[in-house]
């Protein structure tokens, strides 16, 4: 009996972990233009690597863009303080 109790206990810590690590990735909206308006979405992009935040970021003056895209949520951050940028960031699927 203490032996199909252990099996139990370490069946169910398995399936706890492969469901808990087996969730899809990030998903943002995806855009660019050479305009200071914000673009609008063209596709979805899956984001990978230490991309872990939906951005969206309008550049003013002379460096007049905006883009929508999976990002680092530090670099995302940066653009907030930037002088002449307007971001948001966000971490669920298609928040951007």
């Not at 069946?11 to 087996?22: A, E, L, Q």
């Not at 233009?33 to 309008?58: D, E, M, R």
């Amino acid at each position: 009996m203490c032996a199909d109790f252990h099996t139990s206990n370490i069946n169910i810590f398995f399936s706890t972990h492969i469901c808990i690590f087996s969730g899809e990735a990030l998903r943002c909206n995806y855009c660019f233009s050479s305009s200071s308006t914000l673009c609008t979405p063209t596709s979805i992009q899956t984001c990978t690597g230490n991309n872990n935040a939906c951005g969206a970021v309008i550049l003013t003056g002379a460096l007049s863009r905006s883009f929508r895209q999976c990002m680092n949520m530090a670099v995302c951050q940066g653009f907030i303080s930037t002088p002449g940028a307007f971001a948001s960031c966000c971490s669920t699927d298609l928040c951007n």
